[in-house]
């Protein structure tokens, strides 16, 4: 290319390598995907009664009593989590800034080929992912904004929130769009891992869908058990 | 494909039925300036025409009005030197997975309306209407995409045995032309495949092993310095590169990279 010219902009310069960030995204959803199987068997659980189910919501708090003091398990799950999630959220939006700085000026027309549902989804996605999160922990953990309030059992949580058809409906949305936000996530850090091959490539896409399927249908189960009475 | 090949081909009167069509053109006198979409027509288009023919045709119909003619760039016209690339109807390279330059007015219909722009991302700046200033993908070469090999008498060619899977591999990734379709088509505009093609192409073979580590990360610390967007494996470059570089090559240049970063390797500043 021989023109040149002045008009170039310096572009601003990404200080974190943008593979290392997408290794960090991966790394913190692997993890959260972890606890998320763990929360999933745990929630099944409710089908076997109130008392069973407040009682493994103790067992929980107690893990290792009475050698270890109460909640020790708890609040290392916790703490995990919540590095986890700042991880996550901190990669996320430091590549999104970094594709809009790439594309400051749009297409008149775009015409997208290959890319799913759910890897259109991920930013806006996770975002009310992250807010339902948000939501989710003030009604069943804290019980602040639950129908039942914070003095009630965890079982009597479930039930007066899942009671509710406008909670069901935004939890039923919120984990729809995770389970979209899983399948394109397990088979990106894949990718990002460099884990993934030609060879590979189908059965990683495979297993992303059915593990998001499973997953979110494992979640959907209770709380349209309750809708329809099959758990009071 | 095949069949409107035949059909335009093999019947000599539909080849000299010209088509008529509506083109909306990015127009940006320099890079300074704003941009807008034009709109021009052209007629009597041949469907054995490629898309730049088209484009030739426009130009000679503008120069003879006096206007000035519309900017692209263009070399080799046969598929193998990644000169040429628009953003045609929203993809890039238009609707097939090929070059521009081999795109050819069988694509398209009579009266059919056409949206041309230039690849768009701060990293290839326009520099007039759809040409833009690809050197970034230079810089990124500069920074790794080399081997260094000792002058003088050829070596024995049985010296450095290659396997044959490794080779074919290594070959496919070299086929990567640079024409930047893969940032064009990235909703992030990232360079990802383009560089991964790179460093696919001289990770697999002997010849590229001493500058590994250094290469795969200089070359990405090269391409986030450009200004390109990071990779969400989307997807949409490995289908609109016109040589079809597999998404394959992006695990392996992440594997790489953490691999390189574990072992100490850091990026020159």
Same mark, same amino acid.
């Given at each position: 290319?021989?023109?040149?010219?002045?008009?170039?902009?310096?572009?601003?310069?990404?200080?974190?390598?943008?593979?290392?960030?997408?290794?960090?995204?991966?790394?913190?959803? &692997?993890?959260?995907?972890?606890?998320?199987?763990?929360?999933? %068997?745990?929630? !099944?659980?409710?089908?076997?009664?109130?008392?069973?189910?407040?009682?493994?919501?103790?067992?929980?708090?107690?893990?290792?009593?009475?050698?270890?003091?109460?909640?020790?398990? !708890?609040?290392?799950?916790?703490?995990?989590?919540?590095?986890?999630?700042?991880?996550?959220?901190?990669? *996320?939006?430091?590549?999104?800034?970094?594709?809009?700085?790439?594309?400051?000026?749009?297409?008149?027309?775009?015409?997208?080929?290959?890319?799913?549902?759910?890897?259109?989804?991920?930013?806006?996605?996770? %975002?009310?992912?992250?807010?339902?999160?948000?939501?989710?922990? !003030? +009604?069943?953990?804290?019980?602040?904004?639950?129908? +039942?309030?914070?003095?009630?059992?965890?079982?009597?949580?479930?039930?007066?929130?899942?009671?509710?058809?406008?909670?069901?409906?935004?939890?039923?949305?919120?984990?729809?769009?995770?389970?979209?936000?899983?399948?394109?996530?397990?088979?990106?850090?894949? =990718?990002?891992?460099?884990?993934?091959?030609?060879?590979?490539?189908?059965?990683?896409?495979?297993?992303?869908?059915? $593990?998001?399927?499973?997953?979110?249908?494992?979640?959907?189960?209770?709380?349209?058990?309750?809708?329809?009475?099959?758990?009071? | 494909?095949?069949?409107?090949?035949?059909?335009?081909?093999?019947?000599?009167?539909?080849?000299?039925?010209?088509?008529? !069509?509506?083109?909306?053109?990015?127009?940006?006198?320099?890079?300074?300036?704003?941009?807008?979409?034009?709109?021009?027509?052209?007629?009597?288009?041949?469907?054995?025409?490629?898309?730049?023919?088209?484009?030739?045709?426009?130009?000679?119909?503008?120069?003879?009005?006096?206007?000035?003619?519309?900017?692209?760039?263009?070399?080799?016209?046969?598929?193998?030197?990644?000169?040429?690339?628009?953003? &045609?109807?929203?993809?890039?390279?238009?609707? =097939?997975?090929?070059? #521009?330059?081999?795109?050819?007015?069988?694509? $398209?219909? +009579?009266?059919?309306?056409?949206?041309?722009?230039?690849?768009?991302?701060?990293?290839?700046?326009?520099?007039?209407?759809?040409?833009?200033?690809?050197?970034?993908?230079?810089?990124?070469?500069?920074?790794?995409?080399?081997?260094?090999?000792?002058?003088?008498?050829?070596?024995?060619?049985?010296?450095?045995?290659?396997?044959?899977?490794?080779? +074919?591999?290594?070959?496919? *990734?070299?086929?990567?032309?640079?024409?930047?379709? /893969?940032?064009?088509?990235?909703?992030?505009?990232?360079?990802?495949?383009?560089?991964?093609?790179?460093?696919?192409?001289?990770?697999?073979?002997? =010849?590229?092993?001493?500058?590994?580590?250094?290469? %795969?990360?200089?070359?990405?610390?090269?391409?986030?310095?450009?200004?390109?967007?990071?990779? #969400?494996?989307?997807?949409?470059?490995? *289908?609109? /590169?016109?040589?079809?570089?597999?998404?394959?090559?992006?695990?392996?240049?992440?594997?790489?990279?953490?691999?390189?970063?574990? *072992?100490?390797?850091?990026?020159?500043?």
């Amino acid at each position: 290319m021989t023109v040149t010219h002045a008009g170039r902009r310096t572009p601003k310069v990404a200080k974190t390598n943008s593979v290392v960030k997408k290794a960090v995204m991966a790394i913190s959803g &692997i993890v959260m995907v972890l606890y998320l199987i763990a929360h999933m %068997v745990g929630n !099944l659980k409710v089908f076997t009664g109130r008392e069973s189910f407040n009682h493994y919501s103790e067992w929980i708090r107690t893990i290792g009593a009475p050698a270890l003091p109460p909640q020790t398990a !708890l609040t290392i799950i916790r703490i995990a989590l919540l590095v986890a999630v700042i991880a996550h959220f901190w990669a *996320a939006v430091s590549l999104w800034r970094q594709a809009k700085r790439a594309r400051p000026e749009r297409y008149v027309t775009k015409k997208a080929v290959a890319q799913s549902y759910a890897s259109r989804t991920m930013r806006w996605g996770g %975002v009310i992912v992250l807010l339902f999160i948000v939501y989710h922990i !003030l +009604d069943l953990t804290t019980g602040t904004v639950n129908p +039942d309030g914070h003095d009630s059992t965890p079982y009597d949580r479930l039930v007066a929130s899942f009671s509710n058809p406008f909670i069901t409906a935004f939890y039923v949305i919120s984990l729809v769009l995770l389970g979209m936000h899983l399948r394109h996530g397990i088979w990106s850090a894949t =990718q990002t891992l460099g884990q993934s091959n030609r060879r590979r490539e189908r059965t990683v896409t495979a297993f992303a869908l059915v $593990f998001s399927v499973v997953l979110t249908a494992g979640f959907l189960i209770v709380p349209f058990s309750v809708l329809f009475g099959l758990v009071d | 494909m095949t069949a409107s090949m035949q059909s335009s081909v093999g019947n000599p009167a539909d080849s000299k039925r010209g088509m008529n !069509l509506t083109l909306r053109i990015w127009r940006q006198k320099d890079p300074s300036v704003k941009g807008k979409m034009v709109t021009y027509k052209v007629t009597d288009i041949s469907p054995d025409m490629s898309f730049l023919e088209m484009l030739d045709v426009l130009n000679e119909q503008l120069i003879m009005q006096g206007d000035d003619p519309v900017a692209f760039d263009h070399d080799c016209r046969e598929g193998i030197c990644g000169m040429c690339g628009l953003m &045609i109807n929203g993809q890039a390279h238009g609707p =097939q997975q090929t070059t #521009t330059c081999q795109l050819h007015m069988r694509s $398209f219909k +009579d009266g059919d309306k056409i949206d041309i722009e230039p690849w768009r991302s701060s990293a290839f700046p326009v520099i007039k209407d759809l040409a833009v200033d690809r050197r970034a993908f230079d810089r990124i070469i500069q920074a790794g995409g080399y081997i260094s090999v000792p002058t003088g008498t050829a070596p024995e060619a049985h010296a450095t045995p290659v396997p044959k899977a490794d080779s +074919d591999a290594a070959f496919d *990734a070299a086929t990567c032309i640079g024409c930047g379709a /893969c940032v064009a088509a990235c909703p992030n505009a990232s360079s990802m495949l383009f560089t991964a093609a790179k460093v696919t192409h001289l990770g697999l073979l002997p =010849q590229g092993q001493p500058e590994r580590n250094d290469r %795969v990360v200089n070359m990405v610390a090269q391409q986030d310095r450009e200004g390109f967007g990071g990779c #969400t494996n989307i997807g949409e470059c490995s *289908a609109a /590169c016109p040589k079809g570089i597999s998404m394959e090559t992006i695990s392996r240049l992440n594997h790489d990279l953490l691999g390189a970063l574990r *072992a100490g390797a850091r990026p020159k500043s």
